[in-house]
């Protein structure tokens, strides 16, 4: 097989330029469209369990296990993936690390505890009606997800915020801190959708109102499980793009402010 020409070469090199320019979406529109899909989706579940679902209460009946939905959507998926595109913020490229660091953190530990009360409604839920926890995989891959986001929380915390940690640590803890940041938010968005489904079988059963006949509360609760998981896979490429990417700095970041307001 013949290697192809310096000419050949020369135009396929043209023509990945123009494809990459024509997929080249600048950040801030997108980051745009990204906030207001995650509200959309937000509004979605609340109008969902509000309209179908009889509304919200904390009497331990089902009222109370409609606030699980919200917060997990709100909490699991769209802030926390707020707190994952911060660094792509182009603002952020310059100056001190360590604002933005507390930004990042404070909204992850703010994803963290909706997150929490969301799972605190559904098991107040289930002990007052007598359910059983855990049995489920969507629950087992829910609660595992948070165990998950806990752990990378905390380990982002003694990494990167505290003073005394060790450059060497952040270096190496870094891409591993990044790898599984994507992923939480992935197993966040399967834990959404499995149990927006779970939630349609469990309560279209009756009559006219079965899943499978698809009525009206099934196609807004699909298109929900959707949309959620378009928000994910969007924030995760957009995570994986490498011009959006921060530039590595070779100076320590976070100490350096701290340094100066020393002196």
């Not at 959507?73 to 707190?83: D, E, H, I, M």
């Not at 060497?168 to 994507?182: D, E, T």
């Not at 489904?197 to 099934?218: I, R």
Request: charged share 10%.
């Amino acid at each position: 097989m013949a290697a192809p020409s310096e000419e050949e070469g020369a135009v396929g090199r043209r023509y990945h330029q123009r494809s990459t320019a024509m997929l080249d979406v600048p950040f801030l529109p997108f980051c745009a469209f990204l906030g207001t899909l995650g509200l959309l989706c937000v509004a979605m579940v609340g109008s969902w369990c509000q309209h179908w679902r009889g509304g919200f209460s904390l009497d331990g009946s089902s009222r109370t296990f409609n606030w699980h939905p919200v917060l997990m959507v709100t909490g699991l998926v769209v802030l926390y993936g707020a707190a994952a595109l911060v660094y792509r913020i182009p603002y952020t490229w310059s100056g001190p690390k360590l604002p933005w660091k507390v930004l990042h953190g404070s909204l992850a530990l703010g994803a963290f505890i909706l997150t929490v009360l969301g799972l605190l409604a559904v098991f107040y839920f289930h002990n007052s009606q007598g359910t059983p926890n855990m049995y489920s995989l969507h629950s087992w891959m829910g609660l595992g997800t948070v165990l998950l986001f806990s752990c990378q929380w905390a380990a982002g915390f003694g990494a990167f915020l505290l003073p005394w940690a060790p450059t060497w640590l952040r270096v190496l803890y870094k891409p591993i801190h990044v790898f599984f940041g994507s992923t939480i938010l992935l197993l966040s968005v399967a834990s959404c959708v499995s149990g927006i489904n779970e939630k349609l079988f469990f309560s279209l059963k009756n009559g006219t109102m079965q899943y499978k006949l698809l009525p009206a509360e099934a196609v807004f609760a699909n298109t929900l499980g959707l949309l959620i998981l378009i928000f994910g896979v969007l924030v995760v490429a957009a995570l994986a793009r490498p011009s959006w990417k921060r530039p590595d700095s070779d100076s320590p970041d976070s100490r350096q402010p701290l340094l100066a307001a020393e002196r």
